[in-house]
């Protein structure tokens, strides 16, 4: 694969107008300020270039290599470059065929359809079977030089709403370094939850619709300033077909956030993904999946 230079990760056309998203900046908590821009269009100081081309492994397009960011954890650096990340969970044959459940894994992709990221679930098989998608999982992810940058560590909690004692979490700890946390908050009808930084302080919220469950459209889960009054992103799962969706657990995902956002808060935006999948958007034994936090 060979390119005339680094392409700009422009996005497409955004997936909510921008008059919910009102430019300024968001104060969360310690240093995380960040100039909110509509989805697509670069905020904040410059960025260095992408000085390397796209690499092709087996066909997969790879995103180019980031040079090292003074005081970015290793493998964050491809987070600066871009505004939307795009999560494909791979099919199953197996699952499929006898319903067996495996460790999910999934492709992490930019706007230009090059892989960032490969993530991969590492839990055991007796975990799988008994604990269904309310399992505890770790979830390893790795760059294009098979380095695993982040490490996604979700423990055993209760998954309804009326155990508000032991509500779910994910922590985020990238080899060596724990940047963040995914707290799920107590509602009676919604899923919400707060992203918190390394020392447990607040920084965004994340809300949901009262029904998780659609036909022919996606359901959105909204990222949004600490007080709740200004968009600041979204977590989409995307509607795949009545195929896929009736006799997969496959989904499809897709990400939004300021392009300034501090990388290892990007990261736990990753992480959230995944435990809303999981909490979700997962069939259970039964083969129907949640429609609430019921």
Same mark, same amino acid.
């Given at each position: 694969?060979?390119?005339?230079? +680094?392409?700009?990760?422009?996005?497409? $056309?955004?997936?909510?107008?921008?008059?919910?998203? %009102?430019?300024?900046?968001?104060?969360?908590?310690?240093?995380?300020?960040?100039?909110?821009?509509?989805?697509?269009?670069?905020?904040?100081?410059?960025?260095? +270039?992408?000085?390397?081309?796209?690499?092709?492994?087996?066909?997969?397009?790879?995103?180019?290599?980031?040079?090292?960011? +003074?005081?970015?954890?290793?493998?964050?650096?491809?987070?600066?470059?871009?505004?939307?990340?795009?999560?494909? @969970?791979?099919?199953?044959?197996?699952?499929?065929?006898?319903?067996?459940?495996?460790?999910?894994?999934?492709?992490?992709?930019?706007?230009?359809?090059?892989?960032?990221?490969?993530?991969?679930?590492?839990?055991?098989?007796?975990?799988?079977?008994?604990?269904?998608?309310? !399992?505890?999982?770790?979830?390893?992810?790795?760059?294009?030089?098979? !380095?695993? %940058?982040?490490?996604?560590?979700?423990?055993?909690?209760?998954?309804?709403?009326?155990?508000?004692?032991?509500?779910?979490?994910?922590? @985020? $700890?990238?080899?060596?370094?724990? %940047?963040?946390?995914?707290? @799920?908050?107590?509602?009676?009808?919604?899923? #919400?939850?707060?992203?918190?930084?390394?020392?447990?302080?607040?920084?965004?919220?994340?809300?949901?619709?009262?029904?998780?469950?659609?036909?022919?459209?996606?359901?959105?889960?909204?990222?949004?300033?600490?007080?709740?009054?200004? $968009?600041?992103? !979204?977590?989409? #799962?995307?509607?795949?077909?009545?195929?896929?969706?009736?006799?997969?657990?496959?989904?499809?995902?897709?990400?939004?956030?300021?392009?300034?956002?501090?990388?290892?808060?990007?990261?736990?935006?990753?992480?959230?993904?995944?435990?809303?999948?999981?909490?979700?958007?997962?069939?259970? $034994?039964?083969? #129907?999946?949640?429609?609430?936090?019921?």
């Amino acid at each position: 694969f060979h390119s005339s230079g +680094p392409q700009p990760a422009t996005a497409p $056309a955004v997936p909510y107008g921008s008059s919910q998203h %009102v430019a300024g900046t968001y104060q969360g908590a310690g240093n995380y300020d960040f100039q909110a821009q509509p989805m697509g269009f670069p905020g904040g100081a410059a960025i260095p +270039p992408i000085q390397n081309q796209p690499i092709m492994h087996d066909g997969t397009i790879w995103m180019p290599i980031p040079p090292p960011i +003074p005081n970015c954890p290793p493998g964050l650096e491809y987070l600066t470059q871009i505004d939307q990340i795009f999560i494909h @969970q791979e099919i199953e044959l197996l699952e499929i065929l006898t319903g067996f459940e495996t460790n999910n894994k999934y492709e992490l992709k930019n706007a230009l359809g090059q892989r960032v990221y490969f993530a991969a679930e590492d839990t055991g098989c007796l975990t799988r079977m008994c604990c269904g998608p309310s !399992r505890p999982f770790t979830i390893r992810i790795v760059d294009n030089l098979g !380095r695993e %940058v982040i490490t996604l560590e979700r423990p055993l909690r209760c998954s309804s709403c009326w155990c508000p004692c032991c509500l779910q979490e994910v922590i @985020q $700890a990238p080899p060596g370094t724990r %940047v963040g946390y995914v707290v @799920q908050n107590w509602h009676p009808c919604l899923p #919400k939850f707060t992203i918190q930084d390394d020392k447990r302080m607040d920084i965004l919220k994340i809300t949901g619709p009262c029904i998780v469950c659609s036909c022919c459209d996606d359901i959105n889960f909204e990222v949004k300033s600490l007080d709740e009054t200004c $968009a600041v992103g !979204r977590i989409s #799962k995307q509607w795949t077909g009545f195929v896929q969706e009736a006799f997969t657990d496959a989904d499809n995902f897709g990400i939004t956030f300021p392009i300034d956002l501090d990388v290892k808060m990007k990261a736990v935006m990753i992480g959230a993904c995944f435990l809303i999948d999981f909490m979700f958007f997962e069939h259970n $034994a039964d083969g #129907k999946q949640r429609t609430g936090v019921w």
